[in-house]
């Protein structure tokens, strides 16, 4: 008890001499979040060593000193496990870490040495703690049904599903909710039933290749420790009244979803999705350009209605105690790796082009916002080639669950979003890969592409 609470005013001293970073590492499900936490690092425990992060400026002017894991804040927290996952990627064969079922958190120490004649002589060595959390991406997209009533809900999920994919997926949920009453008394059977064939067109619309991400309750798809509550025991309901008596079947419904908002989302935000003072937003486009234009556009108003969960503005010292607010913003699209090198420029442009209203947004209220093409591991390399009398950039690499490396011709990017005619069938086909064999030297780093053009924006203001 006693440690809790020093440990809690070191934070709030930290916090005060603006030592502490919150980083929100925000992304829909496989978007990268956890393989980017891992290299993030990675790179930061690797420090100076064979020149891998020539771009983060306090590493260039030789000023960093090196990074450690240090003992996290949050008792109850579960640790990011990233020996684990390093573990994995460093095997061989080399695997990418699991999908994310919890939330797990890390901090790291940072120490450098101030800029400046007098800041040196005065304090020879500073440090910043870093604070990250991980979590399914999942959840995220619970943070949106914060701002909605069960009836604005419903209406949602409904209108949504009167067009393909959902159409089709929803029908055996819709049919059975069509030949209930909303006003018989709940049955916790009927509850049950409603909400596992719920649950199962949710899952359904997860599963690739559809691959959906604005699918809410996000505790429906990877429930954490409360499968079976009664919390997650509810679905939307056809036609919800606001009138309905007590006990009634839709006031139940109703209920379940204000507790679920109240006692999982409220407090999961409050916890953990409320104190940022710097943001990475991680998008997989290349992943939505293979699934095609509703599965872009689903990506787009998944990231949107995210987003607007989140504080921007400017702190000030007293504010950064009280209420800290998001103050620099990076929008990545992740694993530029699978495609070649010639191609980053046009996926940045492409990210620019889905991110214009949040950018705007963010810039309006002060913060500073920048886009960038990344990849947390590299896995690939680009082999620049003749054919048939062009010069073509080829990519090499292992895709997913093959044993042996292929060349080939990923495609390129378009630097706008396509038009529903030019979003004809196979043109986009970007494949996966599986992370390269490590050269098994013991002070081999992973290789990746611009994290530390990532880390000077993040954190290059507060290593100074
Ligand atoms: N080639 C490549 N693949 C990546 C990279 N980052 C993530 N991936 C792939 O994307 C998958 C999902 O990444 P993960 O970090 O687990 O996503 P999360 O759900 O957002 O945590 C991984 O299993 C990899 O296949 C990267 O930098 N390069
Ligand atoms: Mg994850």
Redesign the pocket.
């Known amino acids: 008890m006693v440690t809790e609470a020093r440990k809690g005013v070191e934070d709030l001293l930290y916090l005060a001499m603006d030592r502490r970073v919150r980083l929100a590492v925000t ?13 993030l690092i990675h790179q930061l425990l690797m420090g100076a060593r064979l020149g891998g992060l020539p771009f983060f400026q306090v590493v260039a002017e030789g000023r960093f000193q090196g990074a450690k894991t240090v003992l996290q804040p949050s008792m109850h927290i579960p640790t990011f496990r990233y020996d684990q996952f390093l573990e994995s990627l460093t095997a061989t064969p080399p695997q ?5 079922d919890g939330i797990s958190e890390i901090r790291l120490a940072i120490r450098f040495r101030p800029k400046g004649l007098l800041q040196s002589r005065l304090k020879a060595t500073n440090t910043i703690f870093l604070d990250i959390i ?1 979590y ?2 999942e959840w995220l997209l619970d943070l949106p049904l914060l701002g909605q009533s069960f009836q604005e809900w419903s209406k949602e999920v409904v209108t949504l599903c009167r067009t393909e994919p959902r159409h089709t997926l929803a029908q055996p949920w819709l049919a059975y909710l069509g030949a209930l009453n909303p006003r018989h008394s709940a049955d916790e059977g009927v509850l049950r039933h409603a909400s596992r064939l719920f649950t199962d067109f949710l899952l359904a619309c997860k599963r690739e290749p559809i691959g959906l991400n604005y699918l809410q309750p996000g505790r429906f798809l990877i429930p954490g420790d409360l499968k079976d509550a009664p919390l997650l025991t509810f679905c939307p309901m056809l036609s919800p009244d606001p009138s309905l008596e007590p006990g009634s079947l839709a006031q139940v419904m109703a209920d379940r979803f204000e507790s679920y908002k109240e006692l999982v989302v409220r407090r999961f935000y409050h916890q953990h999705f409320s104190h940022f003072d710097r943001q990475i937003v ?1 998008v ?1 486009l290349l992943k939505g350009l293979n699934r095609g234009p509703n599965h872009f556009a689903d990506m787009s108003r998944s990231l949107k209605s995210i987003l607007k969960n989140f504080d921007y503005g400017r702190s000030s010292i007293l504010s950064r105690l009280l209420r800290p607010k998001i103050d620099r913003l990076l929008f990545v699209a ?5 495609v070649a090198a010639n191609q980053h420029n046009n996926l940045e442009r492409l990210l620019k082009r889905i991110v214009t209203d949040p950018v705007n947004e963010a810039s309006f209220y002060g913060v500073a916002v920048e886009t960038m093409a ?7 390399e680009t082999v620049v080639k003749e054919h048939e009398g062009r010069r073509l950039s080829f990519v090499r ?1 292992r895709p ?1 669950g093959r044993n042996e490396e292929v060349l080939l011709f990923p495609g390129e990017i378009p630097e706008k979003i396509p038009k529903p005619e030019e979003w004809h069938k196979e043109r986009f086909n970007f494949l ?4 390269v064999i490590a050269r098994n030297d013991s002070d081999d780093r992973l290789p ?2 611009r994290l530390d053009l990532v880390l000077d924006f993040l954190l290059g203001d507060k290593v100074t």
């Open positions: 992304g829909l499900n496989q978007s990268g979040k956890t393989v980017f936490i891992t290299s990418w870490p699991k999908a994310t991980d399914p991406g991680l997989d992740t694993k530029s790796d699978h990344i990849a947390s591991i590299v896995s690939t690499g997913k996966e890969f599986e992370p990746h592409s």
